[in-house]
């Protein structure tokens, strides 16, 4: 059997880091008789690889990570300490797992090098709409909308057919005014997304587990409510149905962005012929949701917040309502270059490729970042960035 050597200060940093069940993993490696619940582990171990595999695993660190001579300077670097945490079943904020903190470990590195990048190559800051902590979400929403170059709706419907057309859409717009965005899976579909400030590369994360694509519409425009508002925060499924007063700004921001007030009624007065929706009326919600290219959910918020419909509504469309599956997203087919756009957005791929141009960084160094196996990939994913502006 092989044996590694690891520093038990290194391995106490990723447990921690990881937010993992210290006590279950020393245990199974046989490491518990080393360390009790305050005595850390310190100084040279040696283990079995296949143990070290285990580890790694499970703090969802490579094997590498565990040859440092010293943990990193920062402790706990997954979650910084500003940053808000989601909700769990009870309303409670929760602690994030090991997948959902490895997710914003990496979120965070590639935001940081895309950090780097923009201050060699001396880019603006991304220009925010300007809106009041005080500000009306239907205000906020119509300057995005403005911000965003977005359109009417008979505009809109002219080059989007669909509700997954929806999310491209809203992704190219935020990407084209230097937000970055992510859509990478998480284990399961409890964490819906999160943001990152940054003055020059703000990031948004969608969890692509969530599989209805109007449903990361949502998270995508609520994320950016709190983009806007200068809260990092990550939003579970129950956050994203809070009554709270900031989920709910940023859920009424969110359903404004995506049904103008004059656009709706118009819809309603010629093509429902009613004026009021009320709470059992679940297929006149289907209609507006088709046609509106979003989810119930937001459609029966955005009623009650214009009064044209009760709570009751909201009810009728939250907590375990399935909305029915339509329109998905294409499975399979895509090449390695067009599932590294999909993940990471058209916005990198101009930077980096703005990078290579400019000598900031080489070839090799932008394939690692990207995990691109060859030339012809990364020329492929740097055009793909190209011809979305």
């Not at 994030?96 to 470990?105: G, K, Q, V």
């Not at 029915?324 to 101009?350: M, N, V, W």
Request: charged share 25%; hydrophobic share 40%; glycine share 6%.
């Amino acid at each position: 059997m092989t044996n590694a050597t690891v520093q038990g200060d290194v391995l106490e940093w990723a447990l921690e880091d990881a937010g993992v069940n210290r006590a279950e993993i020393l245990e199974a490696v046989g490491l518990s008789t080393h360390a009790g619940q305050s005595t850390l582990l310190t100084g040279p171990l040696t283990i079995a690889e296949e143990d070290l595999n285990f580890i790694a695993k499970a703090t969802r660190r490579s094997i590498y990570f565990f040859a440092l001579p010293t943990p990193p300077t920062i402790s706990r670097h997954s979650v910084d300490a500003n940053f808000r945490a989601p909700m769990s079943n009870s309303g409670q904020a929760r602690e994030l797992n090991p997948d959902e903190r490895a997710a914003l470990r990496d979120a965070k590195r590639r935001q940081q090098a895309a950090a780097k990048i923009s201050t060699e190559l001396v880019h603006g800051r991304v220009d925010y709409p300007s809106i009041h902590s005080n500000a009306n979400p239907e205000t906020a929403a119509l300057a995005v909308a403005a911000w965003l170059q977005w359109g009417n709706v008979s505009s809109r419907r002219r080059r989007i057919k669909s509700k997954s057309q929806l999310f491209v859409s809203i992704r190219e717009a935020l990407e084209g005014q230097g937000v970055m965005t992510n859509l990478l899976p998480i284990q399961g579909d409890s964490l819906r997304g999160f943001t990152l400030h940054h003055d020059y590369v703000p990031l948004i994360f969608v969890n692509s587990a969530a599989k209805h694509p109007a449903a990361r519409s949502f998270t995508l425009l609520h994320e950016l409510a709190h983009l806007l508002r200068g809260v990092d925060k990550a939003c579970d499924k129950h956050d994203l149905q809070s009554r709270t007063s900031e989920e709910s700004w940023c859920n009424r921001f969110a359903a404004a962005f995506l049904m103008p007030k004059e656009e709706l009624t118009t819809y309603m007065e010629k093509y429902l012929k009613k004026v009021f929706i009320h709470d059992d009326d679940i297929e006149s919600v289907r209609r507006i949701a088709g046609y509106f290219y979003c989810s119930y959910f937001s459609v029966a918020i955005r009623l009650k917040e214009l009064g044209l419909a009760s709570a009751g509504l909201v009810d009728a469309v939250s907590g375990s309502f399935v909305e029915p599956a339509q329109d998905g997203f294409a499975r399979g087919g895509q090449t390695r270059a067009q599932k590294r756009i999909a993940a990471y957005g058209t916005g990198i791929a101009r930077l980096f490729g703005e990078a290579l141009e400019n000598a900031n960084l080489s070839e090799i160094e932008v394939r690692k970042s990207l995990n691109l196996k060859s030339q012809n990939e990364l020329l492929s994913f740097l055009t793909l960035g190209r011809e979305a502006v």
